[in-house]
């Protein structure tokens, strides 16, 4: 199957579809899924604009309302996590994940999912270590502080995930704490000169990420943020241990987000790039609180390469954002276990579906879920592992396919994501918003959370109608 990978997008959606047929055309391949780090913005309408962090100058509508609305179809099925620069309002009514429009599915603020038997798992947001112990306890309408808090990782969904079997894929926004010093350092600086003082003080990435890749030890890593390509080789230890589960790690203390302007720079080709990650090459940019200045490079887009990741290895790869000449996609070739065959030049028909691990998590970990600042206490690590193959076996007696003419043989656990939810627009597109339309939005409860919280049998936590001011 082959998979695209953009980094950020900043709701420059038509450019990137079209880039992709482009580079479906020129190597006369077929993509078959695409997936995005990050800063996606998901703006519906001018009300949603006044709920993203970011400078005014840069509040825009975007590309993402025409495929809200239908006015697009996005060509190919899209998935996405959060950055730091989004519509959070919207992606908070979708926490646990759903259909942001028709064929792009969010993955939530933390997810794991299938696709034809590939396991995708994500984080949306970015690491700052002051509200990482706290719970989810933003309300719109969104204060200043609030309104990048909420985008801030949350030790809850470190936790959760860190119970994850191996994932085939991760998706960040942010970069793991210290990936730079597994891949060509000086090469990055060379192209991003004032990330030095972060390299050197060890203040570049997420503290917890590292701690997921180095627990998780997935075959493929993605991100984007920083706004430039970089590839990088984790070699794990055979020993089998999860040294850095954090469960049993101190939390992080380690920096803030990273404030790094951009830059305007020629850019230097990469010295002697890692052999176990091939370059295909293209276009984007970010951190947090960033200015967004576009830079050009000129760059030469290549055919893919099936990625071949050694045992106990994750290959990395940071993308940079959605501009002209700038590396922001690459394809590669991924096997997958479904016996699912296409004509070459057809776009394979991918099979979205929970994955019952993440389902008998989320029920696990669910009596912890924290809507207010205080987070509760977690269970240790032994425990909550008990939990889950307790809540593992509930899942695989209640979880399954509802569909009427559905010809897939029932499997324990496995539910196609179709069969659950499906999209709805939750708020009306631009044009629409009446005559508050420069102010915050009302809270919208989102069917599809209720739908996925009224699968698993648990309380929808998101219901934050009662709680709206605005």
């Given amino acids: 199957m082959k998979i695209a990978v953009e980094g950020c997008s900043h709701g420059a959606l038509d450019a990137i579809y079209q880039h992709l047929r482009d580079l479906e055309a020129r190597h006369n391949y077929v993509v078959d899924v695409l997936l995005m780090c990050g800063d996606f913005q998901a703006i519906r309408n001018h009300r949603d604009m006044q709920c993203m962090a970011v400078p005014q100058k840069y509040r825009q509508l975007g590309d993402f309302h025409k495929y809200y609305t239908g006015e697009r179809t996005a060509p190919v099925l899209t998935i996405v996590i959060g950055g730091n620069h989004e519509a959070s309002n919207y992606m908070s009514e979708l926490y646990h994940g759903g259909w942001l429009a028709p064929n792009i599915y969010f ?26 112990s706290l719970g989810l306890y933003e309300r719109l309408p969104y204060d200043h502080g609030s309104m990048r808090s909420i985008y801030h990782i949350r030790e809850f969904n470190v936790r959760r995930l860190s119970l994850l079997s191996s994932p085939d894929i991760f998706l960040s926004h942010d970069w793991p704490q210290h990936i730079e010093r597994h891949g060509d350092t000086q090469g990055l600086l060379r192209r991003k000169p004032f990330f030095r003082q972060d390299v050197q003080t060890g203040n570049l990435g997420s503290p917890p990420l590292m701690g997921l890749l180095r627990t998780l030890k997935p075959k493929w890593w993605f991100s ?104 922001f996609m690459e394809v590669m070739d991924v096997p997958t276990t479904s016996d699912e065959s296409t004509m ?21 970990f669910h009596p912890f879920f924290s809507t207010m600042r205080r987070q509760a206490d977690y269970p240790d690590e032994a425990t909550a592992r008990a939990k889950v193959a307790e809540e593992m076996e509930w899942v695989k007696s209640n979880v399954h396919n509802n569909e009427a003419n559905s010809s897939d043989a029932p499997l324990p656990g496995i539910r196609s994501i179709l069969d659950c939810q499906t999209f709805v627009q939750s708020a009306p597109g631009p044009g629409s918003e009446g005559a508050q339309k420069n102010q915050q939005p009302p809270w919208y409860t989102n069917p599809q959370t209720t739908a996925f919280c009224d699968m698993l049998d648990i309380q929808n936590m998101i219901d934050f109608s009662s709680d709206n001011r605005a």
């Fill in 107 to 132: 993955l939530g603020h933390a997810g794991c999912i299938q696709v034809n038997g590939i396991r995708i798992a994500g984080a949306s947001g970015i690491f700052k270590s002051n509200d990482f």
């Fill in 344 to 364: 070459p030049g057809q776009r394979c028909m991918p099979k979205l579906t929970f994955d019952p691990e993440w389902l008998a998590i989320s029920r696990a």
């Fill in 224 to 327: 984007a943020h920083l706004h430039v390509r970089f590839q990088a080789t984790v070699q794990h230890e055979q020993s089998g241990t999860r040294s850095n589960s954090p469960f049993t790690t101190s939390p992080p203390q380690n920096p803030d987000e990273i404030a790094i302007a951009d830059d305007d720079f020629d850019a230097v080709e990469l010295q002697n790039p890692p052999i176990e990650v091939p370059r295909l090459q293209t276009a984007p940019h970010n951190p947090d609180e960033t200015t967004l200045e576009e830079e050009e490079e000129e760059v030469i887009q290549s055919p893919p390469v099936a990625y071949r990741p050694q045992p106990s290895v994750t290959n990395f790869l940071a993308l940079d954002k959605c501009l002209p000449k700038r590396e």
